[in-house]
């Protein structure tokens, strides 16, 4: 199995910043590619940024400019750099990846980690 452990959300001001990072552990050959995605409270889960095993990234109109997606190879490991974090930034973010995994029929797999609570406030 694989595992997806998120970290770095928190209570921040508007204009203020946060990383988060996510770190995937198991059996997987390699990691195909690594997204975050945010839920706000009645609203859908939505992309937020991703990027690719080959560093393409894609962005969410909204966060774009302030956002950075990032991964480490070597660590297994997504990070989200937000800066300039605005009041409608306030969500449970959520990390995503995608791995080959050498099963009896070797195949791609989604794994999603727990979610980690963003607020930004004043």
């Known amino acids: 199995q694989v595992q997806l452990v998120e970290s770095g959300g928190g209570l921040v001001q508007p204009g203020g910043s946060l990383t988060l990072a996510c770190a995937a552990s198991?059996?997987?050959?390699?990691?195909?590619?690594m997204g975050w995605y945010r839920q706000a409270p009645g609203k859908a889960r939505e992309l937020v940024a991703s990027i690719t095993s080959s560093g393409s990234t894609n962005y969410a109109d909204s966060v774009k400019g302030r956002f950075t997606i990032s991964g480490d190879n070597a660590k297994n490991t997504v990070y989200l750099r937000m800066n300039s974090l605005k009041p409608e930034d306030t969500a449970v973010y959520y990390c995503k990846m995608v791995v080959r995994r050498e099963t009896i029929v070797p195949s791609m797999y989604q794994y999603w980690g727990q979610g980690t609570q963003v607020t930004v406030s004043s």
């Open positions: 198991g059996s997987f050959s390699y990691i195909n590619d």
